[in-house]
């Protein structure tokens, strides 16, 4: 049986912490699904689409990392697209806390989907994408925070 992860969020836009973490997941898995949840009450700073193409571009040489866009419970993505493991990155012990209690709740609605955390390189620990868009909001340099990729397409706007 493939061991197929799902790693969700809205990735607004995708960071350098995003990329840390799926980096140091390929090994751990057969496919990792990149799943932007699209939650109609908030208003994304980047377009569905560009956000996707940027994954696209950034793992083009990488065939074992897809991405797809969903709307709804993280865990009924998962049962469409077979996924046995939920990936985390964990920056700090309060989103331990909080993913924590998602996944005891996924584990209550699906008891064969595990929920997989990996800590951040210290040097991301920090990194949020709400301060990432403010850096580039405000016209920071966002070099350290973004893939070359997204910086391109950033610095052309």
């Known amino acids: 049986m493939q061991r197929i992860c799902l790693f969700p969020g809205t990735f607004d836009p995708i960071t350098l912490g995003h990329t840390d973490v799926i980096d140091r997941s390929l090994d751990l898995f057969d496919e990792i699904v990149i799943g932007i949840g699209v939650n109609s009450s908030k208003m994304p700073m980047f377009p569905l689409e560009q956000r996707m193409q ?3 571009d ?3 040489h990488t065939p074992k990392v897809k991405v797809i866009s969903y709307e709804g419970l993280t865990i009924n993505c998962c049962r469409e697209i077979n996924a046995r493991f939920i990936l985390r990155g964990i920056r700090t012990i309060g989103d331990f806390e909080y993913e924590k209690a998602i996944a005891d709740v ?3 609605m699906e008891s064969n989907i595990e929920t997989i955390f990996l800590s951040c390189t210290p040097q991301y620990s920090t990194l949020a994408s709400s301060l990432v868009r403010d850096v580039v909001r405000y016209g920071g340099d966002a070099s350290q925070l973004l893939p070359q990729r997204v910086l391109q397409d950033i610095k052309k706007a």
Do not use: F
Request: charged share 20%; no cysteine.
């Open 54 to 56: 940027w994954i696209r």
């Open 58 to 60: 950034i793992y083009s």
């Open 106 to 108: 996924n584990r209550m």
